[in-house]
Structures are given as structure tokens and as C-alpha cells.
């Protein structure tokens, strides 16, 4: 059993498929182990993706999650990081193999409908960015 985190970001929220990006999770054996909407200030944004902080996309990035709310997943299930990682698809929706997340419900690079945690170590830290140990059944 593993946890990840998933983020639903301000672009699917925005479009109401909030349910419907759920539904993949579900329909694919993923179990909801704890979720809440919130809405991210610029500090938390920084402070998550604090890893690409040199990147070029930095800012864009930072403005675009905090533009609207977003609801935080943690996803339960067997090998979760690697399967929500292919259920989501490629970080450029373009290049995102039919039927994943980001194929049919994100628009651009920058508005790629979800997160998620790319390994079992980062899985625990952003877990633990969002969620305290009572929201953690
Ligand atoms: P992910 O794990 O597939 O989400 O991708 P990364 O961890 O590499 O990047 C984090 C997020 O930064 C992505 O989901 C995109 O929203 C954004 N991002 C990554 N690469 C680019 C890029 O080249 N240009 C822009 N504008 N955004 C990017």
C-alpha cells in the first residue's frame, strides 16, 4: 500500500470536473485516504514547488495555482505514486496518451489539471505540506 498526492488545480476546478477527475481515481482502484478545497496564497505555492524555483516557469507557475481554489487528494492504493503518475498522463497535455487526465480535461502546460507526487519519498513530504496526522485515516 502507498499514499501520493494528487492536486486538482485551479483550471479543472474552475471547469467543474472536479468529480469527474475523481471518478479516474476511483474507477482505478485509488482509495480517498483524506481531501479538502482550499485555496493556495503565493507563500504556499512558492514553498511546494520550491523545486523548481529556477526554473523560467517559476512565476507562471506560482500565479497559476493560486489563480482559484484547488482540492488536495491523498490517494491510497497499490503502487499509488506510479499509477496516479499514468492516470494523469504527460505534463504537456499534448503530448498526454489518450484517456489519461490531462488529455481530456487540460489545456496547456501550464493549466495540466493536476499534480501529482513522482515518488514515494516526495509523496510523504507534500502529504504532509497539506494534511495534519487527524485528517489521515
Ligand atoms: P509534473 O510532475 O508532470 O506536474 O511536472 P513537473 O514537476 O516537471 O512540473 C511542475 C509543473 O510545472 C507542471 O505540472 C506544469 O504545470 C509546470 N511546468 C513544467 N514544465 C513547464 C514548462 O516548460 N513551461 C511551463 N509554462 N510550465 C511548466
Keep these: 500500500m502507498e499514499q501520493t498526492l494528487s492536486i486538482i488545480k485551479p483550471d479543472a476546478a474552475a471547469k467543474n470536473v472536479i468529480g469527474k477527475i475523481i471518478d479516474r ?4 482502484n ?3 485516504a483524506a481531501l479538502k478545497k482550499l485555496q493556495l496564497s503565493k507563500e504556499d505555492a ?3 514547488y520550491d523545486v523548481h524555483k529556477n526554473r523560467p ?3 507562471d ?3 497559476f495555482m493560486t489563480s482559484g481554489p484547488v482540492v488536495v487528494i491523498v490517494l491510497e492504493g ?3 505514486v506510479a499509477k496516479n503518475r499514468e492516470l494523469m498522463g504527460a505534463t504537456n497535455p499534448k503530448e498526454a496518451k489518450k484517456g489519461t487526465i490531462r488529455a481530456d480535461f487540460a489545456e496547456s502546460i ?4 493536476v499534480h501529482g507526487s513522482d515518488s514515494l519519498e516526495n509523496a510523504a513530504i507534500e502529504i504532509s505540506f497539506f494534511f ?3 485528517e489521515l485515516i
Design 110 to 113: 501550464d493549466a495540466n489539471a
Design 30 to 32: 485509488l482509495r480517498i
Design 61 to 63: 507557475l506560482v500565479q
Design 132 to 134: 495534519g496526522k487527524r
Design 25 to 28: 481515481f476511483e474507477s482505478n
Design 78 to 80: 497499490e503502487n499509488a
Design 46 to 48: 512558492q514553498k511546494f
Design 57 to 59: 516557469f517559476f512565476r
